[in-house]
Protein backbone atom coordinates (compact mmCIF):
# COMPACT_ATOMS: atom_id res chain seq x y z
CA UNK A 1 0.00 0.00 0.00
CA UNK A 2 1.23 3.24 -1.20
CA UNK A 3 0.38 6.67 0.93
CA UNK A 4 2.59 9.78 1.02
CA UNK A 5 2.14 12.71 3.57
CA UNK A 6 4.62 15.75 4.32
CA UNK A 7 5.48 14.94 7.86
CA UNK A 8 7.51 11.68 5.61
CA UNK A 9 8.65 13.64 2.90
CA UNK A 10 10.15 16.70 5.50
CA UNK A 11 11.73 13.58 8.34
CA UNK A 12 13.29 12.30 5.15
CA UNK A 13 15.04 15.98 4.53
CA UNK A 14 16.07 16.56 8.24
CA UNK A 15 18.75 13.95 7.43
CA UNK A 16 20.07 14.95 4.21
CA UNK A 17 23.27 16.79 3.96
CA UNK A 18 25.56 17.54 0.88
CA UNK A 19 29.37 18.76 1.31
CA UNK A 20 28.64 19.28 5.10
CA UNK A 21 26.09 21.55 4.50
CA UNK A 22 22.27 21.68 4.62
CA UNK A 23 20.51 21.90 1.72
CA UNK A 24 16.53 21.48 3.73
CA UNK A 25 15.22 23.61 0.84
CA UNK A 26 16.25 21.81 -1.99
CA UNK A 27 16.15 18.53 -0.59
CA UNK A 28 12.93 19.25 -0.08
CA UNK A 29 11.38 20.26 -3.32
CA UNK A 30 13.24 17.01 -5.41
CA UNK A 31 12.35 14.55 -2.76
CA UNK A 32 8.48 15.92 -2.77
CA UNK A 33 8.82 15.82 -6.49
CA UNK A 34 10.29 12.03 -7.07
CA UNK A 35 8.30 10.67 -4.27
CA UNK A 36 4.64 12.17 -6.06
CA UNK A 37 5.64 11.20 -9.61
CA UNK A 38 6.76 8.30 -8.16
CA UNK A 39 3.77 7.19 -6.17
CA UNK A 40 1.18 8.52 -8.83
CA UNK A 41 3.01 6.47 -11.66
CA UNK A 42 2.25 2.74 -9.78
CA UNK A 43 -0.85 4.56 -8.83
CA UNK A 44 -1.72 5.17 -12.54
CA UNK A 45 -0.55 1.95 -13.38
CA UNK A 46 -3.14 0.84 -11.01
CA UNK A 47 -5.90 2.85 -12.43
CA UNK A 48 -6.61 3.96 -8.39
CA UNK A 49 -5.27 7.27 -6.65
CA UNK A 50 -7.58 9.53 -4.36
CA UNK A 51 -6.63 12.68 -2.30
CA UNK A 52 -6.60 12.20 1.46
CA UNK A 53 -6.34 16.16 2.01
CA UNK A 54 -2.34 16.31 2.74
CA UNK A 55 -1.39 13.15 1.42
CA UNK A 56 -2.20 10.69 -1.49
CA UNK A 57 -3.46 6.91 -1.18
CA UNK A 58 -4.60 4.01 -3.89
CA UNK A 59 -7.22 4.11 -1.40
CA UNK A 60 -9.26 6.10 1.13
CA UNK A 61 -9.01 2.82 3.62
CA UNK A 62 -5.54 3.50 3.56
CA UNK A 63 -5.35 7.20 4.38
CA UNK A 64 -6.06 7.27 8.49
CA UNK A 65 -2.58 5.13 9.02
CA UNK A 66 -3.86 4.82 12.02
CA UNK A 67 -4.38 8.86 13.17
CA UNK A 68 -8.27 8.07 12.54
CA UNK A 69 -10.80 10.85 11.61
CA UNK A 70 -8.58 13.58 11.10
CA UNK A 71 -6.46 11.83 7.92
CA UNK A 72 -9.64 11.43 6.28
CA UNK A 73 -10.72 14.14 3.98
CA UNK A 74 -10.54 15.47 0.29
CA UNK A 75 -12.01 12.43 -1.65
CA UNK A 76 -12.75 10.60 1.41
CA UNK A 77 -14.71 10.88 4.04
CA UNK A 78 -15.47 9.12 7.71
CA UNK A 79 -18.33 7.97 8.24
CA UNK A 80 -19.31 4.86 10.96
CA UNK A 81 -15.54 4.47 12.23
CA UNK A 82 -13.93 4.52 8.68
CA UNK A 83 -12.10 6.40 5.81
CA UNK A 84 -14.58 5.95 2.78
CA UNK A 85 -15.20 7.13 -0.66
CA UNK A 86 -17.72 10.25 -1.00
CA UNK A 87 -20.38 7.75 -2.75
CA UNK A 88 -23.78 8.18 -2.68
CA UNK A 89 -24.45 6.10 0.44
CA UNK A 90 -21.85 7.74 2.40
CA UNK A 91 -22.87 11.48 1.12
CA UNK A 92 -26.24 10.44 2.52
CA UNK A 93 -25.02 9.23 5.74
CA UNK A 94 -23.31 12.39 6.30
CA UNK A 95 -26.32 14.54 5.28
CA UNK A 96 -28.41 13.00 8.20
CA UNK A 97 -26.00 12.71 10.67
CA UNK A 98 -24.77 16.20 9.91
CA UNK A 99 -21.33 16.06 8.39
CA UNK A 100 -18.94 13.06 8.30
CA UNK A 101 -17.47 15.09 11.52
CA UNK A 102 -20.20 14.78 13.54
CA UNK A 103 -20.99 11.36 12.58
CA UNK A 104 -20.39 10.28 16.86
CA UNK A 105 -23.51 12.69 17.56
CA UNK A 106 -25.92 10.37 15.59
CA UNK A 107 -26.82 8.21 18.32
CA UNK A 108 -28.33 10.95 20.31
CA UNK A 109 -29.92 12.45 17.28
CA UNK A 110 -31.40 9.37 16.27
CA UNK A 111 -32.67 8.82 19.93
CA UNK A 112 -33.96 12.39 19.96
CA UNK A 113 -36.06 12.21 16.80
CA UNK A 114 -37.35 8.72 18.21
CA UNK A 115 -39.02 10.81 21.25
CA UNK A 116 -40.44 13.46 19.53
CA UNK A 117 -42.33 11.14 16.72
CA UNK A 118 -43.13 8.80 19.32
CA UNK A 119 -44.96 11.66 21.57
CA UNK A 120 -46.46 13.24 18.07
CA UNK A 121 -47.54 9.24 17.30
CA UNK A 122 -49.26 9.13 20.44
CA UNK A 123 -51.68 11.90 19.72
CA UNK A 124 -51.96 11.77 16.08
CA UNK A 125 -53.28 7.94 16.31
CA UNK A 126 -55.51 9.25 19.32
CA UNK A 127 -56.90 12.33 17.64
CA UNK A 128 -56.64 11.15 13.58
CA UNK A 129 -55.60 7.08 13.31
CA UNK A 130 -58.26 6.40 15.37
CA UNK A 131 -61.20 8.65 14.23
CA UNK A 132 -60.81 7.29 10.72
CA UNK A 133 -63.36 4.46 9.67
CA UNK A 134 -61.79 1.01 8.71
CA UNK A 135 -64.18 -0.63 7.47
CA UNK A 136 -64.83 0.77 4.00
CA UNK A 137 -61.86 -1.13 2.97
CA UNK A 138 -61.64 -4.97 1.81
CA UNK A 139 -58.13 -6.84 2.41
CA UNK A 140 -57.98 -7.87 -1.36
CA UNK A 141 -55.91 -10.88 -1.70
CA UNK A 142 -53.22 -11.62 -4.32
CA UNK A 143 -55.42 -12.62 -7.05
CA UNK A 144 -56.99 -9.35 -7.22
CA UNK A 145 -57.08 -7.55 -10.47
CA UNK A 146 -60.36 -5.22 -10.72
CA UNK A 147 -58.06 -2.01 -11.28
CA UNK A 148 -59.13 1.29 -10.54
CA UNK A 149 -57.63 4.42 -12.95
CA UNK A 150 -55.19 6.40 -10.46
CA UNK A 151 -56.60 10.08 -9.75
CA UNK A 152 -54.22 11.32 -7.76
CA UNK A 153 -50.94 12.88 -8.91
CA UNK A 154 -48.10 12.61 -7.92
CA UNK A 155 -47.59 16.65 -6.80
CA UNK A 156 -51.09 16.38 -5.73
CA UNK A 157 -50.61 16.64 -2.36
CA UNK A 158 -49.03 20.35 -2.59
CA UNK A 159 -52.96 21.23 -3.76
CA UNK A 160 -53.59 20.60 0.20
CA UNK A 161 -51.35 22.51 2.34
CA UNK A 162 -51.75 20.71 5.40
CA UNK A 163 -51.81 16.79 3.43
CA UNK A 164 -47.68 18.41 2.45
CA UNK A 165 -46.64 19.45 5.74
CA UNK A 166 -47.89 16.39 7.18
CA UNK A 167 -45.72 14.30 4.22
CA UNK A 168 -42.95 16.91 4.77
CA UNK A 169 -42.07 16.74 8.45
CA UNK A 170 -43.96 13.41 9.44
CA UNK A 171 -43.51 10.96 7.18
CA UNK A 172 -43.38 7.65 9.34
CA UNK A 173 -46.35 8.89 11.29
CA UNK A 174 -48.44 9.81 7.69
CA UNK A 175 -47.64 6.56 6.33
CA UNK A 176 -48.52 4.29 9.49
CA UNK A 177 -51.92 6.10 9.26
CA UNK A 178 -52.43 4.76 5.76
CA UNK A 179 -50.59 1.09 6.33
CA UNK A 180 -53.33 1.19 9.42
CA UNK A 181 -56.28 2.31 7.60
CA UNK A 182 -56.00 0.79 4.79
CA UNK A 183 -55.36 -2.91 6.64
CA UNK A 184 -51.81 -3.55 5.50
CA UNK A 185 -50.00 -3.50 9.09
CA UNK A 186 -50.75 -1.87 12.57
CA UNK A 187 -50.08 1.90 13.08
CA UNK A 188 -47.47 1.31 15.65
CA UNK A 189 -45.46 -1.45 13.61
CA UNK A 190 -45.44 0.55 10.00
CA UNK A 191 -44.68 3.50 11.89
CA UNK A 192 -41.45 1.96 13.81
CA UNK A 193 -40.35 0.13 11.11
CA UNK A 194 -40.51 3.51 8.86
CA UNK A 195 -38.65 5.31 10.92
CA UNK A 196 -36.14 3.21 11.83
CA UNK A 197 -35.07 2.72 8.02
CA UNK A 198 -36.03 5.94 6.69
CA UNK A 199 -33.65 7.98 8.94
CA UNK A 200 -30.76 5.57 8.83
CA UNK A 201 -27.67 4.63 6.92
CA UNK A 202 -30.27 2.16 5.53
CA UNK A 203 -32.19 4.19 3.06
CA UNK A 204 -32.68 1.85 0.02
CA UNK A 205 -33.98 -0.73 2.72
CA UNK A 206 -36.32 1.44 3.07
CA UNK A 207 -37.72 1.86 -0.29
CA UNK A 208 -37.78 -1.42 -0.98
CA UNK A 209 -39.84 -2.40 2.05
CA UNK A 210 -42.48 0.78 1.54
CA UNK A 211 -42.47 -0.25 -2.11
CA UNK A 212 -44.10 -3.70 -1.15
CA UNK A 213 -46.17 -2.55 1.98
CA UNK A 214 -47.92 0.21 -0.86
CA UNK A 215 -48.03 -2.39 -3.39
CA UNK A 216 -50.63 -4.78 -0.66
CA UNK A 217 -52.39 -0.88 0.24
CA UNK A 218 -52.92 -0.05 -3.35
CA UNK A 219 -54.72 -3.61 -3.99
CA UNK A 220 -56.84 -2.64 -0.91
CA UNK A 221 -57.82 0.71 -2.45
CA UNK A 222 -58.45 -0.91 -5.95
CA UNK A 223 -55.07 0.46 -7.59
CA UNK A 224 -52.86 -1.96 -9.26
CA UNK A 225 -49.54 -1.94 -7.88
CA UNK A 226 -46.45 -0.78 -10.35
CA UNK A 227 -43.40 -2.18 -8.19
CA UNK A 228 -40.58 -0.39 -10.01
CA UNK A 229 -42.23 2.48 -10.45
CA UNK A 230 -42.99 2.84 -7.21
CA UNK A 231 -39.74 2.05 -6.02
CA UNK A 232 -38.03 5.17 -7.92
CA UNK A 233 -40.87 7.25 -6.40
CA UNK A 234 -39.68 5.69 -2.81
CA UNK A 235 -36.22 6.85 -3.81
CA UNK A 236 -36.59 9.83 -5.05
CA UNK A 237 -40.22 11.06 -3.81
CA UNK A 238 -41.28 9.66 -1.01
CA UNK A 239 -42.36 12.54 0.56
CA UNK A 240 -44.69 13.29 -2.23
CA UNK A 241 -45.55 9.72 -2.95
CA UNK A 242 -46.07 9.43 0.95
CA UNK A 243 -48.98 12.20 0.52
CA UNK A 244 -50.26 11.13 -2.40
CA UNK A 245 -51.63 7.96 -0.76
CA UNK A 246 -52.79 9.78 1.98
CA UNK A 247 -55.03 11.90 0.20
CA UNK A 248 -55.92 8.42 -1.58
CA UNK A 249 -56.83 6.71 1.85
CA UNK A 250 -58.62 9.88 3.60
CA UNK A 251 -60.92 9.51 0.20
CA UNK A 252 -62.05 6.47 0.32
CA UNK A 253 -62.21 6.81 3.79
CA UNK A 254 -64.45 9.74 3.37
CA UNK A 255 -62.78 12.39 5.63
CA UNK A 256 -59.84 15.13 5.39
CA UNK A 257 -56.97 15.62 7.63
CA UNK A 258 -56.21 19.07 8.32
CA UNK A 259 -53.32 20.75 10.86
CA UNK A 260 -53.37 19.76 13.71
CA UNK A 261 -55.23 16.52 14.36
CA UNK A 262 -58.97 17.79 12.55
CA UNK A 263 -60.43 15.21 11.17
CA UNK A 264 -63.62 16.36 9.14
CA UNK A 265 -66.62 13.66 7.34
CA UNK A 266 -66.59 14.12 3.96
CA UNK A 267 -68.87 11.15 3.70
CA UNK A 268 -72.26 11.92 2.85
CA UNK A 269 -75.25 8.72 2.10
CA UNK A 270 -77.31 6.97 -0.49
CA UNK A 271 -80.05 9.29 0.18
CA UNK A 272 -77.91 12.54 -0.51
CA UNK A 273 -76.86 11.26 -4.37
CA UNK A 274 -80.41 10.71 -4.73
CA UNK A 275 -81.46 14.65 -3.48
CA UNK A 276 -78.07 15.55 -5.93
CA UNK A 277 -79.69 13.74 -8.95
CA UNK A 278 -83.37 15.62 -7.90
CA UNK A 279 -81.88 19.19 -7.34
CA UNK A 280 -79.72 19.06 -10.37
CA UNK A 281 -76.41 19.64 -8.36
CA UNK A 282 -73.19 17.87 -9.09
CA UNK A 283 -71.11 16.19 -6.29
CA UNK A 284 -67.57 15.32 -7.21
CA UNK A 285 -66.46 12.02 -5.44
CA UNK A 286 -67.47 11.60 -2.63
CA UNK A 287 -66.75 14.78 -1.12
CA UNK A 288 -69.58 17.15 0.10
CA UNK A 289 -68.72 19.92 -1.62
CA UNK A 290 -71.27 20.27 -4.16
CA UNK A 291 -71.59 22.86 -6.50
CA UNK A 292 -75.18 24.11 -8.73
CA UNK A 293 -75.85 23.01 -12.44
Known amino acids: R ?4 AQ ?9 TIGGRNRTFEMVSLLRLLLVLAFLGVAAAQGTVVNCGGQFAETCAVCPQGHGESWCNGDCSWAMGECTDKSLE ?10 GGNSQYFPYLFAASACIYTIFGIFYKKQVVDKIPH ?14 ARKVGLFDCFRQ ?8 LCVPVVAGKNYSVGRVCG ?22 VRTIMSAKLKRNLGLEPKYFQDCC ?23 EVKCLNQVTDTWFSEPIKDLEVQSGMMCAGFRKSCTGA
Open 187 to 208: FWPSCCLMFVLFYSPFYCVAAL
Open 135 to 148: DKFRDHGADFNSWS
Open 233 to 255: FSLFCIFCEVGRESMEVDEAAGV
Open 8 to 16: TVTALSRSC
Open 90 to 99: SAAFRGMTGG
Open 2 to 5: FSIS
Open 161 to 168: PSTCAYSA
